[in-house]
């Protein structure tokens, strides 16, 4: 009877170990770097791509996409023929008006246009709020001005994730909450030096902060110094980089 007892309390801590490791698998956000401000998010079934530029080359070998997020005009962010190649004819892709408005009229069966601070429910695991990106300094407000583009915030898996999208250190940003995962935007002139954008992180205090879209005029943005300024002023954030230019 005792050797069954331990048998049984053993084969129950395997259980419980299998489970909890399948949860955490559940879980886990896969996060795949294409290039500067194109990546793509994986959790279950669902397989998230973030403004998908650079033609069908750039996704060879990757699984095809369940959702589109775009968040700007720009070429870096948008692009009609990578659109077309990429099969979405039953993908949703979601997007602002200025976005829809240049989109090619082959792709407009399963648009979801959202203005900043609206949002949608995709289904019971998966929703996304338009967060507002635009400039702040007067040299730069030609660039992205305020309601055209979107940032977004997703809650994913129960996870809530932020993609800056092309910004400045503005205030909706700032005044975030419960973010898990950023994905926060650094060059110049076109969006905020990395000092702005460290401060604007210690603001709204992700649990993990990847620094992207850092690439401007004048070469790389110095992300070795947003990670020291951020994880000297707080060590709960966890800035992780990854090789947006390879």
Avoid at 63 to 77: A, E, M, Y
Wanted: glycine share 6%; proline share 4%; hydrophobic share 40%.
């Amino acid at each position: 009877m005792l050797y069954n007892i331990k048998h049984l309390a053993f084969y129950f801590l395997l259980a419980t170990i299998s489970f909890s490791c399948t949860e955490k698998h559940r879980d886990k956000i896969k996060i795949s770097p294409i290039s500067h401000a194109t990546f793509i998010l994986e959790h279950g079934n669902e397989i998230i791509y973030i403004d998908p530029v650079g033609g069908k080359i750039a996704f060879d070998g990757k699984k095809s996409p369940t959702l589109v997020l775009i968040t700007d005009i720009h070429g870096d962010h948008f692009n009609n023929e990578t659109l077309l190649n990429l099969s979405l004819q039953n993908t949703p892709i979601v997007l602002p008006k200025a976005v829809s408005e240049k989109l090619d009229t082959r792709l407009y069966t399963n648009t979801i246009v959202l203005n900043n601070n609206e949002s949608h429910k995709i289904n019971e695991s998966l929703s996304i709020e338009a967060i507002p990106m635009y400039n702040l300094r007067e040299e730069a407000l030609k660039f992205h001005p305020k309601g055209r583009g979107n940032g977004y915030v997703l809650t994913l898996g129960g996870k809530r994730i932020y993609i800056s999208g092309d910004t400045e250190d503005i205030e909706e940003m700032r005044n975030l909450e419960n973010i898990d995962i950023a994905f926060v935007c650094m060059n110049l002139p076109y969006t905020m030096p990395v000092k702005s954008a460290a401060n604007a992180v210690l603001d709204f205090k992700p649990k993990k902060v990847y620094p992207y879209h850092y690439r401007g005029k004048n070469g790389l943005s110095d992300v070795a110094l947003f990670k020291k300024i951020v994880t000297d002023a707080n060590t709960a954030i966890e800035v992780v980089q990854f090789n947006w230019y390879k």
